[in-house]
């Protein structure tokens, strides 16, 4: 498996779609460019408007209308499927560091 295919929610089941190959060379789908990288990505903030209308919320991501910077956690450092579904404002803690790719990756980078 590569790092890519850690993303998707059930890697044994569905993979990214659309798919990211290791091999290609074109980042044109890559980041905020791929529907389901955005998610990942997004400030968790603006997750539970990202899940009521991901396309809108990708739009602004890319349009830099949500600022993606060092201050905003992502939603995957978040617990839930999908990633921040669960974030209570109120309590930042809550799930913090627990996301599945997060976990995912640790293993990968451990089994090096």
Known sequence: MTI??????????????????????????????????AGLLCPIKHAKVYHEDPKKV???????????????????????TPPGKDFDPDNVQEGFLKGYYLKRVSLLLSDQ
Do not use: C
């Open 4 to 37: 890519v295919q850690y993303a998707a929610p059930d890697p044994s089941d569905k993979g990214l779609e659309p798919p990211i190959y290791a091999d290609n060379k074109s980042r044109a789908l890559l980041g905020v460019n791929h529907p389901q990288l």
């Open 58 to 80: 990708q739009a602004e991501l890319q349009n830099r209308v949500i600022r993606i910077h060092s201050t905003a956690w992502p939603a995957f450092i978040y617990e839930g």
